[in-house]
C-alpha cells in the first residue's frame, strides 16, 4: 500500500439544485426541478458501486469511509429518501468509520426544522449554513431569498440539534465598510453557538451575473490593500471568540476544523459522486500518479448516463507533475504546511524563489514542512506563482 492509501478516504455527494441562482456562484447548480427519486438513486447506487471497484483496483482500503460531505447546489432541498439510500448504500458498500464525519449543506431559507431532525436521525451530524452576510441589504445584493431572521432561526434550532455546525460569509466587497462588517460579526458571534466558520471574500467568477456586471461598470471590485485589512481584521475577531485559523478561509473552536476538507488540502483519496463532481484516487503502480473521475455535469445527461450501468465523462491519469502542483497549491493553504516528502519530484518548486521567500520570512522551510507565515496568507496566489515551476 504507498504511503497516500494511509491517508483519509472520503466521499463526497452532490446535489445540483437550489432555489434559485445567486448571482455570484458559477458552481454546478440549477434551479430546482421536477425529479424522480428513484432515478437518482439508481444512479448515485451505480457509482457507488463503480467506485468500490475502482478502490479494489488500486489497492486502496476501502472499508473505511473517514468522510462524507453532500455539496451542492442546496443538498438542504434533497428529499430525504434520497439522503438516507446514499447513506445507508455507502455504509453498505464502504463500511463506515466509527467516528465518521457527514456533512450536509444547507440554505437558511430552504430551512425547515422537520428536516433538521429527521438529517439527524438518519446519521448526518455536521451541518454546513449557507448565511452568506448578517446584513439585509447585502444579502439582497447577493441575490440571497433569506434574511437575517432566517439565519438566527436556522442557527438556533441547528445547534440545538447538532454538536457540529458551521457557517458560509462572503464579505469584502466594494461599498461594505470594515467597521459594520467586523461590529456584525461580533455581534453574531457573542449570540451563536458555532463550531466552524468558512469566511470567503468575494471572488467575481466568469460567466456568472456579477461578471457582466462587472464588465459593465455596475460592480467595482475592492483593491488588494482593501481585500488584506478586511482579513486581517476578520483574523483578529475570529481569535478573540477562541477560533483558530487552520486554513486560508477557516477558522474553527478547538476539535472542530473540517476533516473532509482536509483530506482535499492533504491529497488524500476522495471519490465523487453526482453531477459535475469529481474524485481523485492514488494509482497503485509504482509512480505517484493520481486517477481523477470526472462527472458529467449537466444533472439530466448524468442521470441519464448512470441509470443503467455507471459512468463517468472522463478518467484520467495525472501525470506527476500535475500530481505535484496539486498537492503542493493544496497542502500550502493549510496554516500547519506541506509535507515536502509528498512531493514526488522537486523540480517543480522553484529553489531560487523559495530562498528569497525565506529571507524574506514570507515562508519558513523546516523538518520537511513546508508553510507559508500567518500574515502572509492573504498573497497566497502570487507565493505559489512566484514559486511553482509550472
Ligand atoms: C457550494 S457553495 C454553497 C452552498 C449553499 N448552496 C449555499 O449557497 O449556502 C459553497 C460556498 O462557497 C461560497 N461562494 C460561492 N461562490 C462564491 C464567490 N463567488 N465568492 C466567494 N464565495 C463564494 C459561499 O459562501 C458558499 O456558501
Ligand atoms: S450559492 Fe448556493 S444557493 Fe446560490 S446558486 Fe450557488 S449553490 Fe445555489
Known amino acids: 500500500m504507498n504511503k497516500y492509501n494511509q491517508n483519509l478516504l472520503s466521499l463526497y455527494i452532490h446535489w445540483p439544485y437550489c432555489e434559485s441562482k445567486c448571482p455570484y456562484c458559477d458552481f454546478n447548480s440549477h434551479v430546482n426541478e421536477k425529479i424522480n427519486e428513484i432515478e437518482w438513486i439508481k444512479s448515485y447506487k451505480n457509482q457507488l458501486l ?8 488500486n489497492n ?32 453498505k458498500i464502504f463500511g463506515f468509520k466509527k467516528n465518521i464525519e457527514i456533512t450536509l449543506e ?58 457540529n455546525v458551521s457557517v458560509d460569509l462572503i464579505y469584502a466587497f466594494h461599498g461594505q465598510k470594515i467597521h459594520d462588517w467586523t461590529s456584525e460579526l461580533e455581534s453574531f458571534l457573542n449570540s451563536s453557538n458555532l463550531q466552524h466558520l468558512s469566511l470567503y471574500q468575494l471572488t467575481i467568477e466568469e460567466g456568472t451575473k456579477f461578471f457582466k456586471d462587472h464588465k459593465n461598470g455596475i460592480i467595482k471590485l475592492i483593491d488588494n490593500d482593501k481585500a488584506a485589512e478586511f482579513y486581517n ?34 491529497s488524500g483519496n476522495w471519490i465523487g459522486v453526482g453531477p459535475g463532481a469529481y474524485g481523485r484516487l492514488w494509482s497503485s503502480n509504482k509512480h505517484r500518479n ?37 498537492t503542493l497549491t493544496m497542502g500550502l493553504r493549510l496554516y500547519e504546511g506541506l509535507e515536502i516528502s509528498k512531493i514526488n519530484n522537486l523540480s517543480v518548486i522553484n529553489f531560487k524563489s523559495l530562498c528569497e521567500l525565506q529571507k524574506k520570512n514570507i515562508v519558513t522551510f523546516k523538518d520537511d514542512t513546508l508553510k507559508i507565515n500567518k500574515k502572509h496568507m492573504i498573497k497566497l496566489n502570487s507565493i505559489l506563482d512566484y514559486l511553482i515551476n509550472y
Not at 50 to 57: D, P, Y
Not at 243 to 257: D, Q
Not at 296 to 321: A, C, D, G, M
Open 50 to 57: 463503480a467506485m468500490k471497484e475502482e478502490l479494489i483496483q
Open 290 to 326: 493520481r486517477i481523477e473521475y470526472q462527472n458529467y455535469k449537466n444533472p439530466k445527461t448524468w442521470l441519464s448516463k448512470n441509470l443503467l450501468q455507471p459512468k463517468f465523462e472522463k478518467i484520467t491519469k495525472l501525470n506527476t507533475k500535475v500530481s505535484d502542483i496539486d
Open 233 to 266: 481584521i476578520s483574523n483578529k475577531v475570529l481569535s478573540e471568540f477562541k477560533f483558530s485559523k487552520y486554513e486560508v478561509s477557516n477558522y474553527a473552536k478547538k476539535g472542530f476544523k473540517c476533516k473532509h476538507n482536509l483530506n482535499y488540502w492533504k
Open 106 to 163: 444547507a440554505n437558511p431559507s430552504s430551512y425547515e426544522n422537520k428536516k433538521f431532525i429527521k438529517f439527524k436521525q438518519i446519521g448526518i451530524n455536521r451541518i454546513s449554513i449557507g448565511a452568506q452576510s448578517l446584513n439585509n441589504k447585502y444579502l439582497k445584493f447577493l441575490g440571497r431569498l433569506h434574511n437575517i431572521k432566517d439565519v438566527k432561526i436556522a442557527l438556533n434550532d441547528a445547534s440545538e440539534i447538532f454538536d
Open 60 to 91: 486502496i482500503n476501502f472499508r473505511h469511509l473517514d468522510t462524507l460531505f453532500f455539496g451542492g447546489g442546496t443538498p438542504s432541498l434533497m428529499p430525504l429518501k434520497i439522503v438516507e439510500n446514499i447513506i445507508d448504500i455507502s455504509k
